[in-house]
């Protein structure tokens, strides 16, 4: 007899955009419901914008196609999804200025005041000597006139708004220069002192954080051909093999610094953005871990089309619940 489930994630659903189209190849349709992700400490929703931008279309030709960016954009969202609960993401890949603005804006207008808020880019940098103004590029940048560019400081007030409203906003950005974004400075104790205490307290202050890939130096697109930068790499490889349910960014930007300074001729770089109303507190990470009749999560999977052309595979972590015919949905037997 086929056995019937209703999928939920640590009192998470996955949710969809209005747009999103299920595959039917597995047989499987979910239903879009907004989710919150409740925790002991933290109880919005983790929401996310994800960049990649590799195919450059510059007529003067001086910013040649990367290599890595959106594979790097796709392998964020999917990790973000199947291990962290990240319920809400728009993955923007090639991006034009005017695309990542728009996606700001509606980003900051669903925030919530108990959400987390993640930023992730990959795509070039661009750093003016002479003003000392670090730039992100969008593929439709005009060779060296920095106002097709995106500036750090429209950056900055953008994710300052975002802030406003929500509990936690973090920026990770992997492209050359964009240390400039951030006032260093660290924070966070050892992984041993990590109490329950502690926790709760950083959780309940405001953050404004980022992660940048660089200070003022150029970065690597293409790490040891495995598909992603030096970066990236680490950044996936710390976040995939982490065994706390807990992760604050304190503990993930200092192990991922040390690997990547470690490997490769790049300091990353992690501090608070400026002028954001930062209160010493800390985006944590939450990983999910449930099982279904003992059968591990990574065992069950679920493709979903987020975007026409582009298929993700979603690991979705599950647990029994009584058996309910208006509720439920058959999985096959596994």
Known sequence: MMKHYKIVILSLLIWLPANSVLSQSRGIALESIPVIQKTPFVNGVYRALIIGNDLYRDPQNQWPALETAVAGARAVTSLLQRSYGFSDIELLENATRRDILQALERLSKKALPNDSILVYYAGHGYLDTESDRGFWVPVDAQGFDNTTFLRNSTIRDELITIASRARHTLLISDSCFSGTLLRQGTRGISQGNLSQGYLEKVSNKKSVQVISAGGIEYVDDNYQDSGQSPFTYFLLNELENNDQEMLTIS???????????????????????????????????????????????????????????QNIVIEAEVKRLPQDPSLSIPLPTL
């Open 251 to 309: 503990e993930l930007s200092g192990t991922v610094i040390r690997a990547v300074a470690n490997n490769v001729d790049q300091v990353p770089e992690s501090g608070v953005l400026h002028g954001a109303g930062d209160e010493l507190g800390e985006f944590i990470f939450i990983k999910l871990k449930v099982s279904v009749d003992g059968v591990p999560a990574e065992k069950l999977k679920i493709e979903v089309e987020v975007a026409p052309s």
